[in-house]
């Protein structure tokens, strides 16, 4: 069993900044790309960053500049540094993690969401 653990979301004004974090644990033999999803009230759920095991990163248009996706392998963990906010990034997020189980055996896990409030 594999489990995502997040937390650092919170209520913030606009110009704000957060620090989410969210570490694995469990039967893990490596894990590949590791990343935040967020769905707001009303809207589809959207890929915004992530990072795979050679650092390559990739974000979403929105939050380029704004946002910072890292990641410390020792601790199976991924941080997303929130900066700049404003309330259209309200929402839930969600961490996601490719972990191979084993060699031969990778599977996707999800994190239970952190809630990211930015009032105006």
């Known amino acids: 069993q594999v489990q995502l653990v997040e937390s650092g979301g919170g209520l913030v004004q606009a110009g704000g900044s957060l620090r989410l974090s969210c570490t694995a644990s469990g039967t893990i033999y490596s894990i590949d790309e590791m990343g935040w999803y967020r769905q707001a009230p009303g809207l589809q759920r959207e890929l915004i960053a992530h990072?795979?095991?050679?650092?390559?990163?990739y974000y979403k248009e929105s939050v380029k500049g704004r946002f910072t996706i890292s990641r410390d392998n020792d601790k199976n963990t991924v941080h997303l540094q929130l900066n700049s906010l404003n309330p259209e990034d309200t929402a839930i997020y969600y961490c996601?993690?490719?972990?191979?189980?084993?060699?031969?055996?990778?599977?996707?896990?999800w994190g239970q969401g952190t809630q990211v409030t930015v009032s105006s």
């Open positions: 990072i795979n095991s050679y650092d390559n990163t």
């Open positions: 996601y993690a490719e972990v191979m189980t084993s060699s031969y055996s990778q599977s996707l896990f």
